[in-house]
């Protein structure tokens, strides 16, 4: 069973920036690939980003590319989702996901979800 615990959302500007972070405390992040989905509100959910389990294979959706960028430190079994240049429709909430490998990830094939952390970004 893997915990999975997201961290760092708030309210921010457009433009501005935020930092998320996803903790497990139960199993080593470095056993499987990692992702973040979103859902704004009244939408189904989104694929965002996600990493293979070694790392440095890094996937994003359209939207974010170029703005957005996953990264994970195994020892700490944490995971950040760095958001720059924040838009407004960026307003949703971000969950953390483990997944067989980032390609599956990013094809909607994942494991352990956390429970989400707000965002919301305000014009």
């Known amino acids: 069973q893997v915990h999975l615990v997201e961290t760092g959302g708030g309210l921010v500007q457009t433009g501005g920036s935020l930092r998320l972070s996803c903790t497990t405390s139960?199993?080593?992040?470095?056993?499987?690939?990692l992702g973040w989905f979103r859902q704004a509100p009244g939408k189904d959910r989104e694929f965002v980003a996600a990493?293979?389990?070694?790392?440095?294979?890094?996937i994003y959706a359209d939207s974010v590319q170029g703005r957005f960028t996953i990264s994970r430190d195994n020892g700490k079994n944490t995971m950040y989702l760095q958001m720059d240049s924040l838009k407004v429709e960026d307003t949703a909430v971000y969950y953390c996901?483990?997944?067989?490998?980032?390609?599956?990830?990013?094809?909607?094939?994942?494991?352990?979800w956390g429970q989400g952390t707000q965002v919301t970004v305000s014009s």
């Open positions: 990493s293979g389990w070694s790392g440095g294979n890094e």
């Open positions: 996901v483990t997944g067989p490998s980032g390609p599956a990830i990013s094809k909607n094939v994942t494991n352990y």
């Open positions: 139960r199993r080593t992040f470095g056993n499987y690939a």
